[in-house]
């Protein structure tokens, strides 16, 4: 099998990148760029930094600053205009994985047109779009390095996956000084959900050499680290390692694939305005518990990068651990359930039928190292309800 690799073209990595804005703009040949953002990164200073950068280098630059947890359909019609309106010639997404996959789009749909359910999976998008900046500021979604914008449909609430080269930003900002304001419970879901995504990665049937490496160099970094920032955020060796461990997982899976547990994590959050992180994180133990069975081998060599358990472990024994620290994370992590969550169990067990379909529908669920089938996925979402 021949991988198709896609990287980003040019990376800043290493504590004050953010501060080199300016002679990466016109290192890529940029001049007008617009700044996609949230309210909150307003008043952190992040937008004043990178704003200065930018005038240094003498470029006009703008700010849109309308981004939305989750980002939706509608939420992106301003964000088109302002592109336009700035005639920006380049994109710099500033934030969670929300800001970086609402720059994508916009950079798409302000280049083609359209509507963004037209650039839903399973269609791949390689065509041509505003290039994108991005500038992570959680150690999760790995975002900043994939081919992949997620977006709601407002009209469906159907969480859509958009995916293709045409969402690869062509430069990366990897700063981990960004992280260290990160309360507990967002540090907690963004890093269990960069630990997803290196375990997806690593056992998806779409795993190649090339990811694999990142994949088990990302679950190496996370294992030591993670329970670290969420005790102490203020752990700056331990908040480089989740960043550089976050951007690993995203080349990882965005050269290979997700798996299930995004699959059925999408839905949750559509429906239930779960943020992405925690609902995989809600997912995790127990999807990975149905799918060992099928590659207890890969799934026993991320136990072994974890740290928890020796190299001469068995397969078996190895797989089985992993199951069981997924489960202790989630724990030691306080990791809400649904109903903890808050989420009405009626109108949960509603919705299973639809998010199931929903789920299966995304192709992630193929990708799985165990296929499940709509009631398979069903029992799923009923177990990890309480």
Known sequence: ?????????????????????????EELGATRPLIVTDSFM????????????????????AVFSGVVPDPTTASLTEGVAAVQDHEADIIIGLGGGSAIDTAKALGLLSHQGGQMRDFKAPRNNNGPSVRVVAIPTTAGSGSEATQFSI??????????????????????????ELTLSMPPRLTADTGIDALTHAIEAYVSRKANSFSEAFA????????????????????????????????????????????????????????????????????????????????APRYADCARALGIVSSSSSDQYAAESLVAELHALNR????????????????????????????????????NPLVPDAEQIQAIYKEIYA
């Open 216 to 295: 088990l160099s990302a679950i190496r970094a996370i294992g030591p680290n993670l329970r670290r920032v969420y005790a102490d955020g203020s752990n700056a060796k331990a908040r480089e390692a989740m960043m550089l461990a976050s951007t690993q997982a995203g080349i990882a899976f965005s050269n290979s694939s997700v798996a299930l547990v995004h699959g059925m994590s999408r839905p949750i959050g559509a429906h239930f305005h779960v943020a992405h992180g925690l609902a995989n994180a809600m997912l995790f133990p127990s999807v990975t518990e149905f799918s060992v069975s099928a590659a």
């Open 151 to 176: 977006i709601s449909d407002s009209e469906t609430r159907e969480k859509m996956l958009c995916a293709g080269i045409s969402f690869l930003p062509v430069a990366a900002v990897i700063d981990y």
């Open 332 to 367: 030691d992590l306080e990791v809400p359930t649904p109903k903890a969550f808050g989420i009405d169990r009626a109108a949960w067990e509603e919705k299973i039928p639809l998010m199931a379909e929903q789920a299966l529908a995304s192709g992630s669920p193929g990708n």
């Open 42 to 61: 307003l008043t952190t200073g992040s937008v004043d930094s990178i704003m200065n950068s930018i005038q240094r280098s003498g470029f006009e630059a």
């Open 1 to 25: 099998m021949v991988a198709n690799i896609a990287l980003p073209r040019v990376m800043k990595v290493g504590r004050g990148a953010v501060n080199q804005v300016g002679p990466l703009l």
